[in-house]
């Protein structure tokens, strides 16, 4: 498989570098995306982190057309992940961090006293 340099893509590819997270990652390419006045996105992340990423993406941009492109790692590929103490350990991981996506935007509202800001 030929490997593309950062040159070949300069084009077609854009890297933002102010988000640390999903969530941040999801809101950063949602003002770009307003920005450059697109309606369709290519996502590109691993399978494991996809359904996540298809989450906080889809609340972000919720008009924009996101088109899922997951990227299998070799790693998870060599055997059944339950067999890896790493591949368990990451999908574990990511799938407590899916679940507090969901949570998120309920949080807030449960914890919020009463009366509070209503």
Known sequence: MS??????VACCVVLGHEADNTLGNARET???MENEGF???RLVTAS??????LLEFSRAM???EIV???VFPEFLQEAPWWQSRRSTLLIASEYIK???AILRP???AVLRPSGAGD
């Open 68 to 70: 899922p492109n997951p």
């Open 106 to 108: 309920y949080v807030p």
């Open 39 to 41: 309606h369709s996105l």
């Open 3 to 8: 490997r593309q340099t950062p040159d070949s």
């Open 48 to 53: 494991y982190h996809m359904p996540r990423s």
């Open 62 to 64: 919720p008009d924009i």
């Open 30 to 32: 949602a003002q770009w």
């Open 98 to 100: 899916y679940l507090a």
